[in-house]
């Protein structure tokens, strides 16, 4: 039987998910390696009362990855509306701190949570425990917490962890370092991805892997985190934060989206990210462009074409 590929992929949020749902059904082993920087909601609350990493993110991309009925991965996803002390948690959430105070150890926990539902590769967390995130404002302000970043609605100048020596889980780094591939993103830059890449552990596993690095780039901008943001300025973001010679290539979507669906983003404060060529070109990394968006209540990433585009960069 050949050997699959090993590919890495980093972020949170529902721009992994996506992409997890497409590279599934290719035949490649996958590992997700997944923020703990969620403190806000259900994982928040969970994260405070057990003493353990928000499991928001991880939920997300266990059921992404899970080859389970849709009326099984529909229960895990499930979010409790009413019921004292369980209303706003999700079925998997609460799974996911139990499985944590009966084995006491997170990882523990992914991994039989993972076997139950027949998730397809692993989940990791980026780090052992929990991050604090923090971003400092152009103003100069500083604002503690994943969940209040986006809400001060100013201009982001930088996110930074209050704990610079939290410690990567130590499967993470060896993941990293065998992959044949590794993917960042897509995702929220400053609340999915960067929170994965402070992690000094995993940025220089990054920084001295052999593998490709890929930078799958948003398609629309985020209110109150990237407004206003063209492809180039993604970039020079996680520049300013991890440094260069940190990514190979961009996917980068190069279709202009319909008015129809741009409107509707538009009541939102958000909008296309601009294909800027030329400034993408002047970083000196490889560009791959195409259209990569698929279309349905939300404007999303084609899953299976970006995964057509991940696999043939492991080909090259």
């Known amino acids: 039987m050949e050997k699959q590929p090993k590919m890495v992929v980093l972020g949170g949020g529902t721009g992994l ?12 082993d996958i590992t997700a390696i997944v923020t703990v920087a969620d403190d806000g909601g259900s994982s928040g609350r969970l994260r405070k009362d057990y ?3 928000p499991p928001g993110d991880v939920r997300n991309v266990i059921a992404a990855l899970s080859e389970v ?43 039989e949570l993972s076997r139950v539902l027949n998730v397809r590769g692993q989940v990791l967390p980026a780090a052992k425990n929990s991050i604090i995130l923090c971003a400092e404002m152009e103003d100069g302000s500083i604002v503690q917490g994943e969940s ?3 809400l001060s609605n100013k201009k982001i100048k930088k996110v930074f962890l209050t704990d610079e020596q939290i410690e990567p889980l130590r499967e993470s780094v060896k993941a990293i370092q065998e992959a044949d591939l590794i993917v960042i993103g897509p995702g929220s830059l ?19 892997a052999t593998a490709p ?4 780039c948003n398609v629309m901008t985020q209110p109150g985190e990237t407004t206003g943001y063209t492809a180039g300025d993604h970039i020079q973001a996680l520049i300013d ?19 129809e669906f741009l409107d509707l983003y538009l009541e939102e404060g958000s909008q296309q990210v601009q294909f800027d060529e030329e400034r993408l070109k002047s970083f000196g990394i490889g560009l791959v462009c195409d259209n990569i968006i698929q279309y349905g209540t939300l404007v999303r990433h084609d899953a299976k074409r970006v995964s057509d585009l991940l696999l043939g960069l492991i080909e090259k």
Do not use: C, W
């Open 213 to 216: 690095r890929v930078y799958v």
């Open 69 to 111: 009925e849709p009326l099984v991965e529909k229960m895990f996803q499930h979010r409790f509306t009413v019921g004292d002390g369980i209303v706003g948690h999700s079925l998997g959430n609460l799974l996911l701190a139990a499985m944590h105070d009966i084995t006491g150890d997170f990882l523990t926990g992914i991994r």
């Open 148 to 150: 209040k970043i986006p």
């Open 190 to 208: 400053y609340t999915s991805i960067l929170p994965n890449l402070l992690v000094r552990g995993i940025s220089n596993a990054i920084r001295e």
């Open 17 to 28: 998910s996506v992409l997890l749902r497409g590279l599934k059904r290719y035949p490649v």
């Open 241 to 259: 934060h991890v440094g260069h010679n940190f990514i190979d290539v961009v996917i980068v979507n190069n279709e202009i989206i319909p008015s």
């Open 51 to 53: 003493d353990m990493p």
